[in-house]
């Protein structure tokens, strides 16, 4: 049979979901200076043009990072970014103050999955499929950032939902989540369809929130300190159900339904029959069915307009296999009170809606100091920023 370059790419990605990886060693990266420009020609030929924004805004290149994914910053401005389908976390930096990065290195590459990134008293720590690795004192060491510290080696192995993103809370630990090892299921072992918390150090773990699918993306009100998260939906249910979701959890021990309940009213057909909707946690904000949510960040800055303020922009990667192709695009949740007052659509155009034709899919959001914003596109290798000039 031969195959398409569309059909190929369906079976890479089908193969990234089911396969099941042991974790392998991490090969850093040694030398003098192992930086490279940031920004090369390639970048000169995206169609930006097709990108739809609020009037008062526009995108640009900030950097080109191949399978660019999960984002942290540190605070004097580099910026680290891990990979899904490729091994590698990069770091990359703006030394001349243009606004756009002017030079990559990478940080390690020979690991398992390494999507979520997270950043704290100079540490750089990587999520790996089945365990946690912190690069010491990284800023200093960017072109030779030697051997990294296991922190944690314990988490499943299974590369079904392994990887991670991760980020550091107010009370100072390390949320991890473990993906639901399949499409859907009943797992005896709570640590799936989780997320979970450690200290810096690796100890003290324990499941903060259940009944998660896949969270591959979460932050904390700016206000409140309430975790808000995004959770995507299962598949094989039709083109329209069940939503995907936007949910908080303001204290430990919440369960949010999976695998028996959907959008807090939908009934799953294989394990609704078990326990009632009503016995779990209902989403602050259903989304489109199979847009996969992934990052999620309120905005804290004042670039945007006032607006916009303590408000969620979430990027969703996209759908892959519903009739008509949903999501590929970041959306903007308005919050009041700690409820959704609307959802709607930010910024579009990765997707030709008429072609069904996919040049982006955004995986994370992240804000700069001056307020513009990052977005994280795997598919097409870019890291954008938006910034308003209205």
């Known amino acids: 049979m031969k195959y398409t370059k569309p059909m190929l790419s369906i079976i890479l990605s089908l193969a990234l979901l089911s396969c099941d990886q042991p974790a392998k060693e991490a090969t850093t990266v040694t030398g003098d200076d192992n930086s490279s420009p940031a920004i090369t020609d390639a970048s000169a030929n995206l169609p930006l043009n097709t990108i739809k924004l609020p009037p008062g805004f526009s995108i640009s290149v900030y950097a080109e990072v191949d399978n660019a994914r999960s984002m942290a910053l540190s605070p004097s401005g580099t910026l680290f970014v891990g990979n899904r389908s490729e091994d590698k976390v990069y770091a990359v930096r703006d030394t001349d103050g243009d606004n756009k990065a002017d030079k990559k290195w990478v940080i390690a590459s020979g690991l398992n999955m390494p999507n979520g990134v997270a950043f704290k008293d100079g540490d750089l720590y990587v999520a790996e499929v089945s365990r946690i690795l912190k690069f010491k004192d990284i800023e200093n060491h960017l072109s030779d950032p030697g051997s990294p510290e296991v922190v944690y080696d314990k988490y499943p192995t299974e590369t079904h939902h392994g990887w991670k993103y991760i980020a550091f809370g107010p009370d100072g630990k390390l949320y991890v989540p473990v993906g639901a090892p399949c499409n859907i299921c009943e ?23 259940s009944g998660v699918r896949n969270t591959v993306g979460f932050t904390w009100h700016p206000e409140t300190n309430n975790l808000w998260f995004t959770d995507n939906g299962r598949d094989m249910m039709g083109d329209d159900i069940p939503p995907c979701e936007l949910n908080t959890a303001p204290s430990a021990g919440m369960h949010f339904g999976y695998p028996y309940c959907h959008g807090g009213t939908i009934k799953d057909p294989e394990f609704g029959d078990k326990k009632p909707c009503s016995d779990f946690i209902k ?10 949510p992934l990052g999620v960040k309120f ?45 709607e659509t930010f910024a579009e155009g990765w997707l030709d809606h008429e072609s069904q034709e996919v040049w982006g899919r955004p995986v994370d959001v992240l804000f700069l100091p001056d307020g513009s914003m990052l977005i994280s596109d795997d598919k097409g290798g870019m890291i954008f920023r938006v910034t308003y000039s209205g």
């Open 187 to 209: 797992s005896e072992d709570p640590i799936y369809a989780s997320i979970t918390r450690m200290n810096p150090d690796g100890s003290g773990l324990e499941v903060f929130a």
């Open 283 to 292: 989403p602050v904000q259903n989304l489109n069915a199979h847009v996969a």
């Open 299 to 343: 905005y804290t800055g004042t670039m945007f307009p006032e607006a916009y303020r303590n408000q969620i922009f979430i990027a969703e990667h996209g759908s892959w296999n519903r009739t008509k192709k949903s999501g590929h695009l970041v959306s903007l949740v308005k919050v009041e009170g700690g409820a959704a007052t609307s959802y």
